[in-house]
């Protein structure tokens, strides 16, 4: 049946699809970028806070440490003039110094409590140390100084100084420590919400490239999957993935080059099938007239028409072997059923095979050996298919081989390791000839792929034998590999599965291979 092209659609515009995808790259792109950015804020608004707070205790406590730091001195100083001053009165040394020195120290002292706002404890004692100086510089030195309720009372003093001043540092030390605590605990929640806000960055930009490469290559993996199908010739899977607009966008446009490939395939296939169909009647027609030439039916024949009817029988046969096999490979394709045979023997199969070739193998001077490993089962097998099969393989050894040289035919029987699995009859043909080029090793099984094959003699078919030889496997639930052998010539190995209950494959099933 000839399938008619449907209608195309007109191809849609390609804005849309863009605008999409610089939407999701913006969306996935920007999402990261905004919180790192939230991250970088956060870092920021904390450095200023902590700047604010080292701003305050330099305004604040070090101010005040500054100041009476400079009023405890002023004190001290006085403290360390009288004790020097009485000092030198204990020794005998009856000097005036004490009175030039004292007033620029007094003078200094109360410069420093009038200048600056002092902590109200150390007013007092201040005062006090002002009036003590003021007394003995008022007064004589040595009698006071040597006094006893004046030394106590300047003992007194600095004693209350020490005390008051280590309280004091103490008290500074508390307020600077706890801003100074303030400021490590802004410095560590930025930093700890600055590395959440990264590391949900991260992962959501992990999640979100993950998610966009799962949306993108697993429809590209199915799409080339496809794509590798329909080069292969197979247009029967239908093209449906799930992704993004533009993947599908793709996969309609793919989808689309699919049914045009199948309707031409099948158009092919029916003109294939048709051209054979009209050229087989004639053909035998013809095959029947040459037999009946060469039989003297029509009166009896020199030797030079004798050799011209046997030309024209061979080339007959050559041309109704190519009808048959373009008829066989278009019914395969197609999904036709076997002709299952139960208790099939593939050595039979085989041996009939080797008879329809060893002719033209005695011909060419090419030697055909057979080898026969175990002893193999009778399965359900269509006898005519396989012995085609086989015929084909050995009549390409047999071309490619030179004069002197060999073909193996081997027959091998694997029965299953488990006795549940089914067991499998291989047919291994090896040649000596020059081997399969590089080149054609991965399509030399595609249908009317040929190639000349130097100092062989072999003349250039239209490629169908090795195309047949696998669809007829394939179509047993087997297959026909070409392995990799390593002397030179070619090794293709046909085999088929037998089953423990042995049943013809669906046509469905032998469509998809």
Known sequence: MVHKPGPVEEPRPRHGPRARLLTRLLLSHTVPVLLVTAALAVLLVATVKVSAVLSALNETELVILRNEGRLHRAMWDIDVALRHAQHDCSNGVRRSEARVSLPPLTEALRQTIESAPIDAAMRPMAEDYLALAREVDAGAVCDLLLARAADTRREQLDENLTSLWVTRLQVLHEAVTQKE??????????????????????????????????????????????????????????????????IQVLASELERMRQRLAELDALKQSFLASVSHELRTPLSKIREALALLGDGVVGELDVRQSRVVAIARVACEREIRTVATLLDLSRLREGSPLRLLEGSSIDAIIDAALADEAPEAEQRGVTIEVERRGEAPRPRLDPVLLERAIANLVRNAVSVSRRGQRVLVERTWEPPADGLSDGCIGVTIRDDGPGVPAEIREIIFDAFITRTVPQSGRTLGIGLGLALAREIARAHSGDLVLLDGAGPGATFRLWVPVQRRAAPPAPSERASR
């Open 181 to 246: 605590e303030e400021a490590r605990s802004i410095g560590t929640a930025a930093t700890w919400i600055g590395l959440a806000l990264a590391l949900v960055s991260l992962v959501l930009a992990l999640l979100v490239a993950r998610q966009m490469a799962r949306s993108v290559s697993l429809p590209l993996v199915s799409l080339a999957e496809t794509a590798r199908r329909v080069g292969t010739g197979d247009f029967r899977t239908p093209v449906a993935v799930d992704g993004p607009l533009e």
